[in-house]
């Protein structure tokens, strides 16, 4: 996996801009209120403006006898149903944006490369193969 120029020059662009967020300590509580407010956009979504909705049950995945640790994702259903509306969706991209904007700030301050970080979880991803449980 090649390093991606976006998240290259993003991280670049995060890093200048970490003025007023520059302690470690604002950049892990505004990453954990980002995480909030997608959660909060995502329910809005569903109870506000009701383009989407969730109608979760089990999941019915097969018995040993009757599947393979390969086929449970055939089986797994996400719950959702309906489709994010074009102001709902605008709205969860730009929290996602800003979550991903101090989840950048957190690497910058720890000296990590973003890049780095997506191709080692991309690499643990492709060998775990469906023993990748999250
Ligand atoms: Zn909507």
């Not at 407010?37 to 989407?52: D, E, L, P, Y």
């Not at 797994?76 to 102001?87: F, M, T």
């Not at 957190?106 to 469906?130: F, Q, W």
């Amino acid at each position: 996996m090649k390093d991606s120029e976006e998240v290259s020059e993003l991280q670049d662009a995060v890093s200048q801009l970490l003025a007023r967020h520059r302690s470690v300590l604002d950049c892990l509580t505004k990453h954990h209120e980002s995480t909030s407010r997608i959660n909060r956009a995502f329910s809005k979504a569903v109870t506000s403006c009701g383009c989407i909705s969730i109608n979760a049950n089990r999941q019915n995945f097969p018995g040993p006898s009757s599947g393979t640790l390969e086929d449970c994702p055939k089986h797994a259903h996400s719950h959702l149903q309906g489709r994010l509306c074009a102001s709902c969706y605008e709205v969860i991209e730009e929290e996602m944006g800003n979550h991903l904007f101090y989840l950048t700030a957190i690497c910058d301050l720890l000296e990590m490369n973003l890049n780095e970080v997506i191709k080692n979880e991309y690499s643990r991803i492709n060998t775990l193969g469906p023993y990748f449980f999250t």
